[in-house]
């Protein structure tokens, strides 16, 4: 049990720690560990809980937590998780203990996505995506100018009457849309429900075959003489042709 420990002081110098506040509340002490050299997590992880277990006050003991940036390599590797669970088993640790951080880019690869995630959170890590919106174009797409709007995926908008995440998620995309001054379009309504619901959230600009299915330009004329494009859904006899 001391041999982490002995690891963990020999390579200090070569790690940092960032620490997570939580201004406020009480939280566990927790930690972002950065600069590691080459070393993998699973190598890590256990000799700086270890340290931190050994070293200070018993109230501490075992409620640390540290936070590691996985790479892509460990994020596509399907024995990783199974690995990384007999190591820090072996020291005593259990797996809420540790964060894993991961690229967006790289939450979304196939065998990431479908394996290796699923299985981490199955042993009981804690799976954090970092980047969001920042990865890719997704900030830039925000901070942009010359982007005048975002548009919602239609799953998103199937889930609204069964789940409370999609309403909280909608919610607090578009009050991002308005905090950046951009339009948020919500495509996907297709029942009085889901309508009812979106507007009640605020979501301005809606699509779907609820309001009406693709037409021509003369159908479009008269949906746009009847007024139909402003009607709230609870008095809108929808198209159902």
């Not at 409370?164 to 998620?169: A, C, E, N, T």
């Not at 919610?171 to 979106?198: C, P, R, Y």
Request: glycine share 6%; charged share 20%.
């Amino acid at each position: 049990m001391n041999e982490p420990v002995a690891q963990y002081t020999k390579h200090e110098p070569v790690i940092e720690l960032r620490p997570f506040v939580s201004p406020g509340s009480f939280a566990a002490p927790s930690f972002e560990v950065l600069a590691w050299s080459a070393r993998s997590v699973v190598g890590v992880a256990p000799a700086i809980l270890n340290f931190f277990d050994c070293s200070l006050p018993a109230i501490y003991r075992g409620t640390t937590r540290v936070s590691f940036s996985l790479d892509a390599g460990e994020v596509f590797d399907k024995s990783f998780p199974q690995d990384l669970l007999k190591e820090i088993e072996w020291h005593n640790i259990d797996p809420p203990r540790l964060w894993l951080e991961i690229c967006e880019s790289s939450v979304l690869n196939e065998t990431a996505w479908q394996r290796v995630i699923p299985e981490l959170a199955d042993c009981g890590f804690k799976v954090v995506v970092k980047r969001f919106i920042a990865d890719y174009s997704g900030f830039d797409i925000l901070a942009s100018p010359h982007i005048a709007g975002i548009k919602a995926a239609p799953p998103v908008v199937a889930a609204l009457p069964y789940s409370i995440l999609p309403r909280r998620f909608l919610k607090g995309l578009q009050s991002l849309a308005n905090a950046v001054n951009k339009q948020l379009i919500v495509d996907g309504v297709e029942t009085l429900g889901q309508a009812l619901w979106l507007e009640a959230m605020g979501c301005e600009m809606l699509q779907g075959s609820f309001y009406g299915p693709a037409m021509d330009a003369s159908k479009a004329r008269s949906f746009i003489l009847e007024g139909r494009q402003c009607i709230a859904p609870i008095v809108f006899n929808p198209v159902t042709a």
